[in-house]
């Protein structure tokens, strides 16, 4: 690579982490194109941006970042990045479902909010974290539960007194 073009490559890769909200780190040694291929196609109908970086490259974009130094020994060997946008957990999710199909797809890495996370981190913790949609229920069912309580709580004398008027109906045959 000529210097220009790794300077390219170098502010392409400062870019897109900026822009993330997760990544993923795998190693993908020993797939065959067609997996690869596979995998690939998952990640962009899921919004997953996923490219083929140099070790070299990653750690001159991220070298003014304080938690390099726990990343680079993940930067090692053939290293395949899954940056996440919209929904932190969409890569992590994606490369566990798929590494159920194919063990030679390793997680080497994670990367959310400034952390990094080991490869059980992320099939545990990341991949588990709920999608946009399933945050915006549970928050809205938070947000609702103390005005149904309110509501059940406000009908519960009004249902005590016609239960206690149909028993007194039954009590006297009627």
């Known amino acids: 690579m000529l210097r220009t073009e790794k300077e390219s490559a170098v502010k392409e890769i400062q870019d897109r982490f900026a822009r993330m909200s997760s990544a993923v780190f795998l190693d993908f040694a020993g797939m065959t194109v067609e997996e690869v291929s596979k995998l690939r196609n998952t990640f962009r ?65 994670g990367l959310l909010e400034g952390h990094v996370l080991d490869a059980k981190a992320v099939e545990s913790q990341l991949a588990s974290l709920p999608s946009k949609d399933e945050a915006r229920a549970q928050l809205l069912a938070t947000m609702l539960a103390p005005a149904q309580n309110f509501v059940r709580l406000l009908n519960a004398p009004g249902q005590q007194m016609v239960l206690l008027l149909n028993a007194k109906q039954r009590k006297d045959g009627g």
């Open 45 to 109: 109908q899921r919004g997953v941006e996923y490219k083929v970086v140099k070790n070299s490259l990653v750690k001159k974009a991220l070298a003014e970042h304080s938690w390099v130094d726990r990343l680079t020994p993940a930067l090692r060997g053939m290293t395949g990045v899954a940056w996440s946008y919209e929904e932190p957990s969409a890569a992590a999710r994606i490369v566990k479902d798929f590494v159920k199909e194919n063990e030679k797809l390793k997680i080497k890495a």
